[in-house]
């Protein structure tokens, strides 16, 4: 079955390094996404990763995928108090199923 | 901002209200979503469309009642609706629902709706 999980929360100190983990159940997921939410306001796409790669790397942002483990981790260069939100790991399998979503990781970043 | 539009912000309604909430994309998405999101919780899908059908209903209520009258516009009709339904509505859409394709969802910035 498809299950996500994440750690519920995170608090780093501005201009650190955050690292967001999520693990995964289903193998055979083509498609892994980062999204975040800010109070008030929807999910944003911040990037994903297909199965077949293993690192992707966006500005800030880099995001690891470890298939053997199963394991996906989303890392933030110098964290900003902007960047305080829930983090969403989702993940897609294959076929028409829909997105299957983490519980988030609420991340503070301490001034 | 975001490039999917939801309406109204906020509604607050009673249990013997009917009311809608809306959603339009312009970026020649395909698909389309309605998600419910309680405090603290991750989105949960309840319907989803694609070209302009209804694909998926994770078996919600038959108070909520889905509509999409063209391929940039979802409505979700309310009737009927208990305290408990209270949370916020997140619409998104995505290219489409192909197997081939990246499924991102752009998400609304949601309707945030109180049953009393």
């Known amino acids: 079955g498809e299950d996500v999980e994440q750690s519920l929360f995170l608090s780093v100190r501005e201009g650190d390094s955050s690292v967001i983990n999520c693990t995964y159940t289903?193998?055979?997921?083509?498609?892994l996404y980062w999204y975040k939410q800010e109070p008030g306001a929807g999910l944003q796409l911040l990037t994903y990763?297909?199965?077949?790669?293993d690192m992707k790397q966006d500005q800030r942002l880099t995001v690891l995928l470890n298939k053997k483990d199963k394991h996906l981790s989303l890392r933030i260069a110098d964290t900003q108090t902007g960047d305080s939100a829930i983090y969403f790991c989702?993940?897609?399998?294959?076929?028409?199923?829909?997105?299957?979503f983490g519980k988030g990781t609420r991340l503070s970043v301490i001034a | 901002d975001t490039e999917v539009t939801q309406t109204p912000k906020h509604l607050v309604m009673g249990m013997t209200n009917k009311k809608s909430l809306k959603c339009e994309q312009h970026?020649?998405?395909?698909?389309m979503y309605w998600y419910k999101q309680k405090a603290k919780k991750p989105p949960e899908l309840m319907f989803v469309?694609?070209?302009?059908?209804?694909?998926i209903n994770e078996s919600v209520p038959s108070r909520f009642s889905p509509e999409c009258p063209n391929s940039s516009l979802l409505n979700l009709h309310l009737h009927a609706l208990q305290p408990e339904d209270s949370a916020l509505y997140l619409c998104?859409?995505?290219?489409?629902?192909?197997?081939?394709?990246?499924?991102?969802?752009?998400f609304g910035n949601g309707t945030r709706l109180t049953v009393t």
């Open positions: 998104a859409s995505s290219q489409d629902r192909g197997r081939l394709v990246v499924q991102a969802l752009h």
């Open positions: 289903d193998s055979s997921s083509t498609y």
């Open positions: 990763i297909f199965s077949n790669m």
């Open positions: 989702a993940e897609k399998v294959a076929g028409n199923t829909p997105l299957v």
């Open positions: 970026m020649g998405h395909r698909a």
């Open positions: 469309y694609s070209y302009e059908k209804l694909s």
